[in-house]
């Protein structure tokens, strides 16, 4: 219903994006060798004449990131510029020491690291692909602190430890047609980033996003600062509204810059086109032009994993896997490999199992992880555990519903004998147990069993009486069984 | 002979045999400053305590039998625009006043922690190294020795005039247009500019980066020879650094060059070269053929272009390399504290920048802008391709260009402050040679009727210092007149 709502609410909608990723794997920052692991420093600690832009300091770079970015360009099946060089970006701000920021650029001259490239989204099942413009290297001002909203804060603290840290830009076209899509787009794109292995979009500030939209026939407006791939679909959406509510009021849109206020929520002005910055792009001539040849990038790509699109598809086949479910599967890399770890471990494994094994990883667990917010390599939860648990369910020695209640504990990385000899919670399939469970239920439920003699339904509230008298640990096969026997011999049901 | 009246390469044998201790020379140096710097201004700031100190130490070592380095505690003059780590570097300029750089640059590193130089003080220049006559220091002019009513050129006058007066053996300077040969011809000494990658450029405060390149100035092509040995080769932290071999300058001084060709551009003896320069220059080429070169003419047919193609590049990137002074993080700043962000910083910059360097950071933005940027950047960079062509080919038919360093001698002081473009155009004969990347020395080859000396410049192929160097030595060898140290004395016209 949502879908369909929300579809014809944006029909005339127009998105581009422009993602920017530190490259949190590379251990130094992009033209000095400072350590790039800033988080959680004091401020203003990992700096050197080179990323606080000193009189007489040089850029150089860092051979890294430029195999990094080659790994983001392939697995986006974007195109290699085979030689490029840094420009200059300039404008003032107190978070740009030197005054100009070094970047790439794809005009005056100047070739982005890649061109072109895209990613396929889904949208109400139906599959898109959304293209690149490119993508390129630049790198990362300093971090402003301000204290509470930009707007109110009385003052800004600068703190340069994020100053020449390692930014990728990717540059989408403007085919994204509603916030949907561009979460469904950042989803996607985090996927291949993980699986990329340059960064870890978990850290705070790894992933930041500007976005252009408008609405057809009308003004862009572009959006920075949205600090957050979460962030992106709540900023689309308020920007989106403002839009509409000021064309409604008959106003005319104007091509303006605007910044995502992340704790009040909204959109705010800053510039309007007539005091939009000139940047002065010009190249930077302090470093040598890149040369990417043909043997490195095939290099690289040898390196490169299985990426999640073509995962998918060997799931769907190995395992018997619907595309639903490997897709679900393939998006966070550790999921998937978990997944992987664990199912092959048990070579009686089939089908069945392979679906079991996907449900709790994609229902319970994933579910736990969210609520902890952590990601699985974060927990003690082992492939292993899973596949007891399974193994467990199918021999009968646990229900499924009691299995659920083992999640937390096998996320800390207990073993399930462990468990279930805490927990006292093996499963009862003692049938004079049963029996005597049975006889108290119907002894105490005469009207539910007088029900059973129209409604053969009914039975099933008599079983889970038992269940709940045994605390969940009665077999629910033999229960049933004895209790249709136990109803039959007292002429309740024929 | 009083100790300064000696070569870097003669104090060093002194010191090396023990005649003279390390700190008898420095001591000896700053008495000779003392007496000279009130009339000539070369330096911005001395360190006379840290120099002796320094010496001291390196005599320690030195009776101990410890190596010292190869330069044996030899003093110099630093231009303000090279990074020395605690100690002042403000480039000329009022907005660096009171910054200590936390590092070395480079060549600091390889000439004084490594060879164990001493820096006696850092030499004047126009600030930002903007400027042909360090009139446009914001600690006030320096004045040429030759004549102290007239420039010493620029930008690195000081580190030309500290020399040329004996305040300083040698020194170094940088050199964008010009900047290192101009005060080597105006005070009469040798200058080097090195090709364009050969010394690192790491903690040299960016003019124009894609010109800037460290040079020394000595009194003779000896002494000049011993520090390009030394400040040469690739470095790890400039990019643009090259990672080919660094000859052995000194050994190949003496090589001849009667196999040589010279080639003499007609376009460089053209209008505006005064007449008694074109006569010493013409009078070295005959010398140098009397060694046995051969000399034939070349043809530069778009030097014309050479200046306006020169400043459109070097104040593009000036406006850009001199964003980053706002005085927020280090510098000083303008007293008035009131407005926003961008008010301060705008305030700051236009009570603390000279006239020069705001003009240049103005006409750079300019013609960095949205709609004007092909119309002059990119033209500049293609014009700059066909002056790197024109030195190709002629470079492909002789061993070495020659030809004057500057049009004429040194001008008198306040000449041209209000005619910057008349200024502009005294590079006219150097720039080019930044333009393409080259290396080109400059040595004295006489002196006109008013006594001031003309440089004699010599332009080899990349990497050929070696070749240029030769020729050099052989010529200051032939024209003997290297010894003479500059009288300090007016003019008198
Ligand atoms: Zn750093």
């Known amino acids: 219903m949502e879908g369909i709502r929300v579809s014809s609410n944006y029909e005339d909608v127009i998105i581009g994006l422009e993602v920017h990723i530190q490259l949190t794997n590379l251990k130094t920052k992009l033209f000095c060798s400072c350590n790039a692991d800033y988080r959680g420093s004091e401020p203003n600690s990992h700096n050197c004449p080179i990323c606080l832009g000193l009189p007489g300091s040089l850029p150089v770079i860092n051979e890294r990131a430029i195999e990094f970015a080659t790994r983001l360009a392939l697995a986006l099946d974007s195109k290699i510029n085979d030689s490029m060089f840094f420009f200059r970006k300039n404008y003032f701000y107190v978070d740009l020491p030197k005054g100009f920021q070094i970047s790439q650029y794809n005009k005056a001259g100047g070739r982005a690291f890649a061109d072109r490239g895209n990613i396929t989204v889904k949208i109400n099942g139906n599959k898109k692909e959304i293209r690149l413009n490119r993508i390129h290297l630049e790198e990362d001002p300093a971090r402003l602190v301000h204290k509470g909203s930009i707007a109110t804060s009385p003052y800004t603290l600068v703190d340069y430890n994020r100053s020449g840290v390692c930014l990728i830009e990717i540059v989408s076209e403007p085919v994204i047609r509603s916030p949907e899509e561009a979460r469904e787009f950042l989803k996607q794109l985090r996927s291949i980033v993980q699986y990329t292995r340059i960064s870890n979009l978990d850290l705070t500030g790894a992933a930041r ?170 927990t003690k939860v082992q492939p292993k555990l899973v596949v007891d648990l399974i193994k467990h369910i199918n021999e009968g020695k646990i229900t499924t519903k009691i299995a659920k209640t083992f999640i937390s504990e096998m996320m800390n990385g207990s073993s399930i004998s462990k468990i279930i000899e805490k927990k006292g919670k093996k499963r009862i399939s003692n049938e004079e147990i049963i029996e005597g469970n049975c006889k108290e239920v119907i002894k105490e439920n005469p009207k539910i069993v007088e029900d059973c003699r129209k409604n053969p339904k009914a039975i099933e509230a008599l079983i889970g009486r038992v269940m709940g008298k045994t605390k969940g640990q009665a077999d629910p096969e033999i229960t049933r069984r004895i209790m249709f026997k136990m109803l039959k011999q007292i002429g309740i049901i024929i | ?162 020399v040329a007066s004996g305040q300083t053996p040698v020194s170094l300077g940088s050199d964008t247009g010009g900047s290192i040969r101009c005060p080597a011809s105006y005070c009469g000494v040798v200058g080097l500019k090195p090709t364009y990658g050969r010394v690192s450029r790491y903690g040299l405060v960016s003019y124009a980066n894609s010109l800037d390149q460290i040079g020394p100035i000595s009194r003779c092509v000896y002494d000049t020879a011993i520090l390009l040995e030394i400040i040469a080769g690739y470095d790890r932290l400039d990019s643009t650094t090259v990672d080919i071999k660094v000859d052995k300058y000194t050994e190949e001084l003496q090589n001849p060059i009667s196999k040589m060709t010279l080639g003499v551009p007609k376009e460089f ?56 002074y706002d005085g927020l993080r280090y510098g000083s700043m303008s007293g008035d504290l009131s407005g926003d962000l961008y008010e301060v910083f705008s305030r700051t910059r ?144």
Request: with cysteine.
């Open chain 1, 209 to 378: 996003v500007d976005a252009n939209i408008s609405i057809k026939g009308h003004e862009r407006s572009e959006v920075k600062n949205i600090s957050s791939f979460k962030e992106v679909e709540r900023a689309l959406k308020w920007e989106i509204q403002r839009q509409r509510n000021l064309l409604k009021r008959g106003k005319k849109l104007t091509q303006e810059t605007r910044h995502w206020d992340d704790k009040r929520r909204i959109t705010i002005s800053l510039r309007t086109k007539e005091f939009e910055e000139d940047y002065r792009y010009f190249p930077e001539q302090d470093l040598v032009p890149i040369v990417i040849d043909k043997n490195f990038i095939q290099q690289v790509k040898d390196k490169l994993p299985e990426m999640p699109n073509e995962r998918s598809i060997r799931l769907q086949r190995d395992y018997n896997l619907s595309e639903f479910d490997s897709e679900n599967l393939v998006l966070d890399k550790d999921i998937a490999d978990f997944y992987e770890d664990g199912v092959n471990s048990v070579p009686s494994f089939g089908p069945n199992e392979y679906k079991q094994f996907c449900n709790w990883l994609m229902n319970d667990i994933s579910r736990h992880l969210n609520e902890q917010n952590k990601t699985i390599p974060e």
């Open chain 2, 269 to 324: 003896f053209g209008e505006g070269l005064e007449k008694e320069v074109k006569n010493k220059v013409k009078g070295a080429i005959n010398k140098l053929n009397s060694l046995g070169a051969e000399t034939i003419e070349v043809s530069f047919p778009h030097l014309e272009y050479a200046i306006p193609t020169y400043y459109l590049i070097a104040m593009s990137e000036a406006s850009s390399n001199l964003a980053r």
């Open chain 2, 1 to 162: 002979m009083k100790l300064y009246e000696y070569m870097a390469y003669e104090l060093i044998e002194k010191i090396k045999s023990k005649e003279i201790t390390i700190e008898e020379l420095i001591y000896q140096i700053y008495e000779r400053i003392e007496k000279t710097e009130d009339k000539l201004h070369s330096f911005i700031h001395l360190s006379k305590e840290k120099a002796l100190n320094k010496a001291k130490q390196l005599d320690e070592k030195l009776n101990k039998g410890k190596p010292v380095g190869r330069l044996y505690g030899l003093p110099m003059g630093i231009k303000d625009l090279i990074c020395i780590k605690d100690s002042p570097t403000t480039c000329g300029s009022k907005i660096l006043e009171g910054y200590y750089p936390p590092y070395n640059a480079t060549v600091i590193n390889r000439l004084i922690e490594k060879e164990g130089a001493i820096c006696v003080g850092r030499t004047n220049m126009d600030e930002f190294a903007m400027g042909s006559s360090t009139e446009n220091s914001c600690y006030g002019p320096t004045y040429n020795p030759w004549d102290l009513e007239r420039v010493p050129g620029g930008s690195s006058g000081g580190s030309g005039s500290c």
């Open chain 2, 350 to 493: 236009s009570e603390r920048f000279g006239s020069e360097v705001r003009r240049r950071i103005i006409l750079g933005s300019y013609t960095l802008s949205a709609g004007y940027y092909d119309m002059f950047y990119i033209k500049a960079l293609k014009v700059r391709t066909l002056i790197k062509n024109d030195f190709q080919n002629a470079l492909n038919q002789c061993d070495a260009i020659v030809c004057p360093t500057m049009p004429t001698t040194a001008f008198k002081i306040g000449e041209f402050v209000d005619d910057p473009l008349q200024m502009y155009f005294m590079d006219i004969l150097t720039c080019p040679v930044n333009l393409a990347g080259l290396p080109a020395l400059s040595i004295p080859c006489g002196f006109d009727t008013k006594d001031l000396p003309i440089g004699f410049q010599i332009i080899g192929n990349y990497f050929s210092e070696k070749i240029i160097l030769n020729i050099g030595y052989l010529l200051e060898k032939e024209l003997n007149i290297f010894r003479k140290l500059a009288p300090i004395k007016d003019g008198g016209n």
